[in-house]
């Protein structure tokens, strides 16, 4: 059934495209406020002017959703499975946080004959040579593989090798040098990638903005008084370059745009009226600003909004549709049945993963007058603790990650404060081990019930008042929580061959000391490095890495 319907809606979609491959663009912009941009802030305007009237040429996804910080939203889309189902951690640089049997896009699209490109922060493990992602499709790769870095840092990452100096950087692009402020690096890149690119072959480019993460490092030429809203001007300067030279190649009648922050926003960003910020289950840690654009937008669609309840894991099954492959990447042995009465059970073993959990949307957002919020998805589990259904959002607790903010940040910057003791979803759930805990599914404690349609800001719990929506959906995000494959271990045993997401034979001879001498040795860094040869993190990959074979 499931591939008599792909035919369907692929002939559907190729008909209205025409024959050519249309080009596919991902931007991940860096812990950005929803109150960012002039998309929900007309006074943003004036620094956010090319992204804003990208917005306003395409669809506004105003409820459109992402994890609560950074990793598990990159993983997301590379994969198309929800983060409960390869981990709600961060990445390390030398972790097997995606299991190297699952097809990533830049693999799908690349089968259909695109051209694929990955500039810009990476952040989902690299134990292995072939979690690279110039191992897994990508035709060109230059980024960092870290979560965090100065923005001129010289711990840069190139296809397989690290770029500490100018000598290590292949082919750079003029103008620029192995330590360019990472915008406008990144984007040089990717119109390089746009000028060369042959138009009759499909194109897809992964843009993965450092900003506006920290550290706040100063702007070149930022002609505001602080540096954030430096960040964002210089972003978007680099996007409309961008946008600028897809026109002038004839290529943007042809391209499918997504925008998206990768969650809410933090420190100076401001998510307003959302409640909470990153690292909170709050809207404002998970709804995020986001639009599509592009020439592929009908005309009668320029200038909506879409209200439907997506996930950044649906842009993986739909950039599939568009090039014309099948969105699905099941497992060759499915997994066991769950067993409510046995919530520890590993139902994939050594030999299953989860399948893919996005769905493909472009017809929806190209026909809303035919669809609802729910088209999508009828439940969106968010994360462990938060599910999504219709206008519902049920919340057990907040994660077990870090202090939280959880009050509400006003247009001017301040803070109204949350009472915390307010509903046990207000609190931490505890750690996995912690068996007692009464903020976990299940445990006692009556979760909140928001409706997040006429009360984004979650000011009003209706959970007592709404019992058998309570029961519906806890229930089905208890059910869906036994699903959980977690490759970071956070949540228990790995559930994987070796206790290990990755086979071994797909992650390969593992060497810590090895890799890491062989590293420093073949790209030397500055004398300012903090890496080192015993350094068990590293600048790379430890595993599967050239002169460190198992003898």
């Not at 897994?136 to 840069?156: N, P, V, W």
């Not at 290529?251 to 690292?279: C, Q, W």
Request: hydrophobic letters at 30%; one cysteine or more.
């Amino acid at each position: 059934m499931k591939s008599r319907l792909f035919a369907f809606l692929t002939a559907a979609v190729t008909s209205a495209l025409g024959a050519q491959k249309p080009h596919l663009i991902m931007i991940l912009q860096d812990d950005l406020g929803h109150y960012d941009l002039g998309i929900h802030n007309p006074a943003a305007r004036s620094y956010s002017n090319n992204i804003t009237s990208l917005a306003e040429e395409g669809i506004i996804l105003t409820n459109h959703y992402t994890h609560w910080h950074c990793s598990p939203t990159r993983r997301s889309f590379l994969t198309g499975r929800l983060p409960i189902h390869h981990g709600e951690m961060l990445s390390d640089v030398t972790t097997d946080d995606v299991d190297l049997r699952m097809t990533w896009i830049s693999e799908k699209l690349k089968s259909q004959g695109y051209s694929t490109y990955w500039y810009g922060k990476g952040h989902t493990g690299y134990k292995s040579m072939n979690h690279l992602g110039i191992n897994r499709g990508f035709d060109d790769t230059f980024g960092y593989l870290m979560g965090e870095e100065a923005y001129t840092s010289s711990q840069r990452w190139q296809n397989n090798h690290p770029v500490h100096t100018d000598n290590q950087f292949t082919d750079m692009p003029d103008g620029c040098n192995s330590t360019s402020y990472s915008s406008q690096l990144f984007v040089d890149l990717a119109k390089r990638a746009i000028q060369n690119h042959d138009v009759s072959k499909g194109f897809f480019l992964y843009l993965a903005f450092q900003a506006v993460h920290l550290p706040y490092d100063p702007v070149p030429g930022n002609p505001y008084n602080d540096t954030y809203t430096g960040m964002i001007w210089d972003a978007d300067v680099h996007v409309g370059e961008m946008i600028s030279l897809l026109k002038e190649k004839n290529m943007y009648d042809n391209t499918f745009i997504v925008y998206t922050a990768d969650n809410g926003g933090v420190m100076s960003g401001n998510n307003y009226p959302l409640r909470g910020e990153k690292h909170t289950n709050w809207e404002g840690g998970m709804r995020t600003a986001a639009f599509v654009s592009g020439g592929l937008i009908p005309a009668n669609l320029r200038g909506t909004k879409n209200g439907m309840n997506l996930h950044i894991v649906d842009w993986y099954s739909t950039f599939c549709e568009l090039a014309g492959v099948s969105h699905n990447d099941d497992p060759p042995t499915p997994p066991l049945p769950t067993n409510m009465s046995d919530p520890s059970k590993n139902i994939y073993g050594d030999n299953s993963y989860p399948a893919v959990d996005g769905v493909p949307v472009f017809d929806m957002l190209m026909n809303p007058d035919t669809h609802n919020i729910s088209s999508a998805h009828e439940y969106l589990v968010l994360a462990k603790e938060v599910i999504i259904s219709g206008e519902y959002k049920l919340l057990i607790g907040q994660p077990h990650f870090k202090w939280q903010n959880n009050g509400w940040r006003q247009p001017n910057g301040t803070w109204i404060a949350s009472n915390n003791t307010e509903w046990p979803c207000n609190k931490q759930d505890g750690p996995p081990s912690n068996t007692s805990n009464g903020y976990l599914p299940g445990n006692g404690l009556p979760p909140c019930l928001f409706n997040v349609r006429t009360d984004a800001s979650e000011k009003i719990n209706i959970g007592p008042s709404n019992p058998d929506i309570v029961a519906r959906l806890w229930r089905q995000l208890n059910e869906t929580a036994l699903t959980t494959r977690d490759c970071s271990g956070f949540s228990g045993p790995v559930p994987g061959p070796g206790g290990q997401c990755s086979p071994p034979e797909l992650i390969g001879h593992c060497d810590v000391n090895c890799s890491a001498a062989f590293w420093a040795t073949k790209y030397p860094v500055h004398p300012h490095s903090f890496f080192s040869p015993s350094d068990d993190v590293g600048p790379g990959p430890v595993c599967d890495v050239p002169a460190c074979e198992k003898n």
